[in-house]
């Protein structure tokens, strides 16, 4: 079981890009900056999506209010809501980004519904886990 998981999750980290994180905090302090920020330091192409901070500059793009403001390729959506937001964002994701491959959320973050929803369009979904932990642990650092 361990090894299939973590075949999957290195053939994500091999094919995915671009990574927009849903629910990004200006907040160094918070899991959602460092992790984003993590990602970028990994080579990934980030883009913050956040309401709130939507305009501001970061990693070297601009925060987007939502997904439907992304207009570029995204390969992965690192989702940092509630649970129980799991249903929109997966909604969202499935009518703005075309060609998605993954949903990702992050630790405690758990929705099957919106999960299996997003699995029958096809996506690779990642419950629970946080790439931050995961690509040290595949020794992927770059």
Known sequence: MTQDIDRLLNQIFDRTKTIAVVGFSMNPAR??????????????????VNPGHAGKEIFGTTIR??????????DMVDVFRRSEALAEVVDDALT?????????????????????KAEGAGLTVIMNRCPKIEIPRL???R
Not at 31 to 48: D, K, M, N, R, T
Not at 65 to 70: H, Q
């Open 31 to 48: 899991a959602s900056h460092y992790v984003a920020q993590f990602l970028y330091e990994q080579g990934y192409h980030v883009i913050p």
């Open 65 to 74: 209010a939502s997904l439907a403001d992304i207009d570029e390729q995204v």
């Open 96 to 116: 703005n980004l075309p060609g998605l491959q993954t949903i990702w959320t992050q630790l405690g973050v758990v929705d099957h519904e919106a999960a299996a």
């Open 139 to 141: 020794a992927r650092m």
